[in-house]
């Protein structure tokens, strides 16, 4: 079996002067970088005291969960003959948060809409969604349903 090893960095930057003094001291700000690649703005929901204007780690959950269904998606299309000429996703999950503050996702709806070039590869279209779900890194390393409702068309 292959192992991969990823990093990431992540620096907090919600330090007004007085760090953590008291809950309303600092903002939730942070940023990641990976080596080459450009800097990621996120902070806490804006429920938590964070930055509406920032990804939190909720979107950035939902988003690479969408992203690697999709690169599997594509890639089983690819190799089975159908011919993916667009595809767009809107990813929505549910998360429910427990009397003492934490909280844990309870599922994920994927929503992909894809084009295909002819009709005739429709049906295979929508069947290959199962199996990108099945070989999605992602989604098997997660303890909740990863649901899907796609769309294809031509």
């Excluded at 309303?24 to 938590?48: E, H, L, N």
């Excluded at 594509?74 to 009397?99: F, K, N, Q, R, W």
Aim: with cysteine; proline share 4%.
């Amino acid at each position: 079996m292959k192992t991969h090893h990823y990093s990431t960095q992540l620096r907090w930057t919600g330090n007004k002067g007085l760090g953590t003094k008291s809950y309303t001291s600092y903002t939730r700000d942070y940023a990641i970088q990976t080596k080459g690649k450009p800097v990621i703005s996120g902070s806490s929901d804006p429920a938590f005291r964070g930055d509406r204007s920032r990804y939190n780690p909720e979107e950035m959950l939902l988003a690479s969960l969408s992203s690697c269904h999709m690169l599997w998606y594509l890639h089983l299309c690819s190799e089975a003959g159908v011919i993916v000429t667009d595809y767009y996703d809107t990813a929505s999950g549910e998360m429910e948060e427990a009397p003492n503050g934490s909280g844990r996702f309870t599922k994920v709806i994927l929503s992909p809409v894809v084009t295909v070039q002819e009709a005739s590869m429709l049906d295979k279209a929508n069947e290959l969604h199962q199996k990108a779900n099945e070989m999605c890194f992602i989604a098997n390393s997660c303890n909740f349903s990863v649901l899907h409702e796609p769309e294809s068309r031509v």
